[in-house]
């Protein structure tokens, strides 16, 4: 079956740097894009990021650009977010997904939070 764990979050200072991890199983990764959610409390739940299978397109929500990075290692399954210049309002639960077959999966989600 679908596994997506999350690893790395945690809390950091702004201006700090974080990344997280969400290592894959039970399906073929490579050929599957992949992204990153977030949900802060009271707020819905938005995409941060994107990744093509291969890797080659990636795209991001206005408020992260230039300071957030998603990247894959199809060879660990694992889909990366390189958070740095980190602001209070990044603090979330964030969860990665992937769209398989017209279902969404959902990892468990880890929590970053931004504060002095």
């Known amino acids: 079956q679908v596994q997506l764990v999350e690893s790395g979050g945690g809390l950091v200072q702004p201006g700090g740097s974080l990344r997280l991890s969400c290592a894959a199983s039970?399906?073929?990764?490579?050929?599957?894009?992949m992204s990153w959610y977030r949900q802060a409390p009271g707020k819905e739940r938005e995409l941060v990021a994107a990744i093509t299978g291969g890797g080659g397109i990636v795209n991001y929500r206005d408020s992260v650009k230039g300071r957030f990075t998603i990247s894959r290692d199809n060879a660990k399954n694992t889909v990366y977010l390189q958070m740095s210049s980190l602001k209070p309002e990044d603090t979330a639960v964030y969860y990665c997904?992937?769209?398989?077959?017209?279902?969404?999966?959902w990892g468990q989600g880890t929590q970053v939070t931004v504060s002095s």
């Open positions: 039970g399906f073929t990764f490579s050929i599957y894009a």
């Open positions: 997904k992937a769209a398989i077959n017209r279902n969404a999966y």
